[in-house]
């Protein structure tokens, strides 16, 4: 484990390194993840000026809804920034040089790259959910505790869903949109998964468990989740996780390197 | 005339090599649709009017945002920067083409099948969730929303131009087209129509270019506007689109001119 852990440091220094050669680029896709994050939250914010609520929420709480979506898609895409970059190692069959390497090859397919943009935007993330949790009345220190716990089974989740992309791009190879449909469905947390109608709600919140990842904790936050419900949640993670460790494994002998 | 249909026919040819791929952009695009959709849909379960807009005034705008997108935005021109980048730009230069005409011949083959897409999508779409979606019948707002869609088109055809030519003198193209892909998204109305803003912020999003390529279209769409607004804003977008065009010219020539075909 710890040397894993000593291999990921590695590879994210590098990786770090890599945004110093251009750091005026580096700076405005920084100006630009802000600004993305600054103009829905104006939007949300003058929305419910206007609302009052949304689907039942007030102002503070689905501003929390977007801030747990921003921190666990800043966290995922700074853990799983390697994922995007993984359809070339195929079509290049440069994979083949990854397997032979004496580290696991899913490790390496996962966390080969390390976002410094999306790091640098967790801190101020976390002060500012503290900040909207303190506006909120009610919360308990067991609710943020399980509120934390939520966020690290979002992420167990995530990472299937990563496997799952890096399974398919070694089948396909045709895999430039997957991981953004992945994106795009996730996004649909940005706000509470309560406001789609049916069938849409159960399908994100089952089928591809947006709701359990970025709606479930904040829910259980503010006391709206009931105890059967926090044990599907941990219960599909584990499910997804497995699934998607065996989705590798047969795609990894599926593997053919017919590009080299 | 016969090349530049040529070009159009291999693009359409590109497409179809990469069926998957292709099948999940349009999964992509649905999914981006029903995340606005629901939202706005959930707003006015509790509310009859919001900003002035009923609710088949704005499911309309959202979902026509779709078949919008594919005509103005669907463009390959962010090709050109890498063509610069990587040399490739000389063997385009020599062929008997004119190298803006290729770009817009590849740009054409993506927006008419994004729009062609776009429409069987909506077609399901309404369908399945049978919005109160507004069908405009007013020959006057439907041609007058299909002029303003072609200057929309060219206005984006002319800034993406501007962009990839930064590949001139930069390597780094990706950066300054995410902050506009950005701009895009939310000073264009992509989320929600621009005149919701406060009234002291609308009248400086009236002067800015990215007001022209979705919002001021599908406001025509909707019908509901006076003849002056329809006058100032092609006055506007007209003027736009011509200054641009100057500059594109412009640039190209002078990035012309330092162009080293690195990498060939």
């Known amino acids: ?260 | 005339m016969k090349k530049y249909l040529i070009l159009i026919r291999n693009s359409f040819s590109e497409y179809f090599a990469y069926r998957l791929n292709f099948f999940l952009w349009r999964v992509r695009v649905i999914a981006i649709i029903l995340i606005n959709f629901s939202l706005w849909q959930a707003i006015f379960r509790q509310n009859k009017v919001v900003f002035g807009y009923d609710e088949s005034q704005i499911l309309t705008y959202i979902i026509f945002i779709s078949i919008l997108s594919g005509i103005v935005l669907a463009t390959r021109t962010e090709r050109v920067a890498t063509e610069i980048n990587m040399g490739i730009l000389s063997n385009l230069l020599i062929k008997p083409i004119h190298y803006f005409f290729y770009n817009l011949s590849r740009d054409l083959a993506d927006k008419v099948i994004n729009t062609c897409c776009s429409f069987i999508e909506i077609a399901l779409l309404i369908t399945v969730i049978n919005p109160p979606v507004i069908l405009q019948n007013n020959p006057f707002w439907l041609l007058s929303f299909i002029m303003t869609s072609i200057v929309a088109s060219l206005l984006y055809f002319e800034i993406n131009m501007l962009l990839s030519s930064v590949a001139f003198w930069s390597k780094e193209t990706w950066a300054p087209r995410f902050i506009f892909f950005i701009l895009v998204n939310f000073l264009a109305g992509m989320y929600f129509p621009l005149d919701i803003v406060p009234q002291g912020l609308y009248r400086i999003l009236e002067y800015l270019p990215f007001t022209y390529l979705i919002f001021f279209p599908l406001k025509i769409y909707l019908g509901n506007i006076t003849i002056v607004f329809l006058i100032k804003g092609l006055i506007i977008s007209v003027v736009w689109s011509v200054f641009l065009w100057w500059l594109m010219i412009y640039v190209w020539k002078k990035g012309l001119k330092i162009y080293t075909s690195e990498g060939q």
């Not at chain 1, 853990?79 to 032979?100: A, K, T």
């Not at chain 1, 390390?114 to 067991?142: C, E, H, R, S």
């Not at chain 1, 970025?214 to 941990?234: D, H, I, N």
């Open chain 1, 1 to 260: 484990m710890s040397r894993y852990f000593r291999v990921w440091l590695i590879l994210s220094s590098a990786s770090f390194q890599s945004f110093f050669v251009s750091k005026f680029g580096a700076a405005l896709f920084l100006l630009g993840k802000i600004l993305r994050f600054i103009f829905f939250a104006l939007f949300l914010i003058y929305l419910l000026q206007k609302t009052k609520v949304l689907a039942g929420y007030d102002l503070w709480q689905v501003i929390l809804f977007y801030l747990t979506f921003n921190f666990i898609d800043s966290l995922t895409q700074m853990l799983f920034r390697e994922v995007y970059r993984f359809r070339q190692y195929i079509i290049s069959g440069n994979f083949d040089l990854i397997l032979i390497k004496p580290v696991n090859s899913l490790f390496r397919s996962l966390f080969g790259w390390t976002d410094l943009l999306d790091f640098i935007t967790l801190v101020p993330f976390i002060f500012i959910i503290g900040f909207v949790i303190n506006k909120i009345p009610g919360i308990t220190l067991i609710g943020v505790l399980f509120y934390i716990l939520l966020v690290a089974n979002a992420l167990v989740i995530a990472t299937s869903f990563h496997i799952m992309v890096l399974s398919l791009a070694i089948l396909t190879t045709e895999i430039d949109h997957a991981i953004m449909i992945y994106r795009d469905f996730t996004g649909m947390g940005k706000i509470p998964v309560g406001i789609y109608s049916e069938p849409l709600r159960s399908f994100i919140t089952f089928i591809i468990p947006v709701g359990i990842m970025m709606s479930f904790p904040v829910e259980k936050l503010l006391g709206r989740l009931t105890v059967e419900s926090m044990v599907w949640a941990f219960a599909i993670s584990l499910f997804l996780f497995s699934g998607s460790i065996l989705f590798w494994r047969y795609s990894i002998r599926c593997y053919t390197s017919a590009s080299n």
